[in-house]
């Protein structure tokens, strides 16, 4: 569980270099392994990545979730791409 903004900002700023040598839990790698899937190859997520999700003890509603929180980003962002809708400067 993360404390503190100083331990989010470190976490975060691992995740994005590199999730895989972060320092956060093997279950969420495998989170992170299926929205990167999803985001980059939808149609190549099979049954083995939701077997994956499930070793972690995550339910079909979490699995659902997950889906529906990557799946949203990822139309937020094309939309807004797709419009050419540039960032504020306090968010870039």
């Given amino acids: 569980m993360i404390r503190d903004d100083e331990q989010a900002d470190k ?3 691992g995740i994005l270099d590199d999730y895989n040598s972060a320092p956060i839990t093997e279950k969420e790698k495998a989170m ?3 929205a990167v899937k ?6 190549a997520v099979k049954k083995e990545d ?3 999700l ?3 003890e995550l339910s079909d509603k979490d ?3 997950l889906n529906q929180v990557v799946a949203y980003f990822n139309y937020v962002n094309r939309t807004a791409d797709g419009l050419g809708i540039e960032l504020e400067d ?3």
């Fill in 38 to 43: 999803l985001t980059e190859k939808p149609a």
């Fill in 50 to 52: 939701f077997d994956k």
């Fill in 11 to 13: 976490i975060l700023s």
């Fill in 90 to 92: 306090e968010h870039k």
């Fill in 63 to 65: 699995i659902l979730d």
């Fill in 32 to 34: 992170l392994d299926y």
């Fill in 54 to 56: 499930r070793k972690f």
